[in-house]
Nanobody, 117 residues
Framework: VQLVESGGDMVQPGGSLRLSCAAS????????MTWVRQAPGKGPEWVSR????????YYADSVKGRFTISRDNAKNTLYLHMSSLKPEDTALYYC???????????WGKGTLVTVSS
């Protein structure tokens, strides 16, 4: 199993970014997927998750209405579109594979998002 995140960058407050997570080594379409972030000096924070077919999505209150999770099962890729970014969104963003609704069994190495003027 391999998960590789990309798309992190430095952006100004109010900006947008799209993160990608390329999956390999397993049947991507059979697993729910999730994004988790960790801000400097803080613990991990769950951000969003999506079911196998993409029909159900869930968000943390802190990102609801600003972030959109999606997936392309034909490309084995998970996405996180982030808009109206705030300085408090600065974090290392990880994608993870889900075993059931909560348990994360494989993680990527993360991609850094910095929101600063």
């Amino acid at each position: 199993v391999q998960l590789v995140e990309s798309g992190g960058d430095m952006v100004q407050p109010g900006g947008s970014l799209r993160l990608s997570c390329a999956a390999s080594g397993f049947t991507f379409s059979s697993y729910g997927m999730t994004w988790v972030r960790q801000a400097p000096g803080k613990g991990p924070e769950w951000v969003s998750r999506i079911t196998t077919g993409g029909g159900n999505v869930y968000y943390a209150d802190s990102v609801k209405g600003r972030f959109t999770i999606s997936r392309d099962n034909a490309k084995n890729t998970l996405y996180l579109h982030m808009s109206s970014l705030k300085p408090e969104d600065t974090a290392l963003y990880y994608c993870a594979r889900l075993m059931g609704p909560i348990c994360m069994d494989y993680w990527g190495k993360g991609t850094l998002v910095t929101v600063s003027s």
